[in-house]
């Protein structure tokens, strides 16, 4: 059993960065965020894998950036030039399946394991 906790969260206005992080008890081959808006279905935003590829929504890419610190067992993502339409719950999730592809972060929402969420609010 994996746990993970999310932090980072918050309130910004829209152009602004936020940096969310996700502290992981256990060794899993992928890990990434989803995300959830009210009244929307989870979407997937990034994944990377054990040897760090990474994978990431047309909606986010360019924006967003997926890292991981294997030593400390953490990860990361950085969002900058954040727009409204980014407002949702972000969810951390790790899994044992390997995926290597640039559509992986599409499997984000249905992995094995996930925080409970820190919540992003982007105004205008």
């Known amino acids: 059993q994996v746990q993970l906790v999310e932090s980072g969260g918050g309130s910004v206005q829209a152009g602004g960065s936020l940096r969310l992080s996700c502290a992981a008890s256990g060794y899993t081959r992928s890990m990434g965020w989803f995300r959830q808006a009210p009244g929307k279905e989870r979407e997937g935003v990034a994944t990377i894998n054990s040897n760090s590829r990474t994978s990431y929504a047309y909606s986010v890419k360019g924006r967003f950036t997926i890292g991981k610190d294997s030593a400390k067992n953490i990860l990361y993502l950085q969002m900058n030039s954040l727009k409204p339409e980014d407002t949702a719950l972000y969810y951390c999730?790790?899994?044992?399946?390997?995926?290597?592809?640039?559509?992986?972060?599409?499997?984000?929402?249905?992995?094995?394991?996930r925080g409970q969420g820190t919540q992003v609010t982007v105004s205008s």
């Open positions: 999730a790790a899994d044992d399946r390997y995926c290597s592809g640039d559509y992986c972060y599409a499997s984000v929402p249905s992995y094995t394991y």
